[in-house]
């Protein structure tokens, strides 16, 4: 029903920025929150950051004052702008849409990789 676009993704030195998008086509407007995830090897998928459709946010505490969660509702965009990024955050970043309500539906991006050397 909703197929989610990402990128932006890319190699940063520490420090650095980068801003991921995500597109969300299909039937979008079934879809009220919108997140980022991410995942490095051997670890769990964890929560990035969410917004909801009408504005409010969370972060994970690692990267609050770093990364800014933002969304274009006319265009069923999502954004996530990476600021000082740290080796730490190299990670796989998947894009997640949700309906939190019923009909419950949840789905996910193909993921971009950012990779920070450190």
């Known amino acids: 029903q909703v197929q989610l676009v990402e990128s932006g993704g890319g190699l940063v030195q520490p420090g650095g920025s980068l801003r991921l998008s995500c597109a969300a086509s299909?039937?979008?407007?079934?879809?009220?929150?919108m997140g980022w995830y991410r995942q490095a090897p051997g670890k769990v998928r964890q929560l990035v950051a969410d917004?909801?459709?009408?504005?409010?946010?969370n972060y994970a505490d690692s990267v609050k004052g770093r990364f800014t969660i933002s969304r274009d509702n006319a265009k069923n965009t999502v954004f996530l702008q990476m600021n000082s990024l740290k080796p730490e955050d190299t990670a796989v970043y998947y894009c997640?849409?949700?309906?939190?309500?019923?009909?419950?539906?949840?789905?996910w991006g193909q993921g971009t990789q950012v990779t920070v050397p450190s």
């Open positions: 997640n849409a949700r309906r939190s309500r019923f009909p419950f539906s949840d789905y």
């Open positions: 299909g039937s979008p407007f079934s879809i009220d929150v």
């Open positions: 917004i909801g459709s009408g504005g409010n946010t």
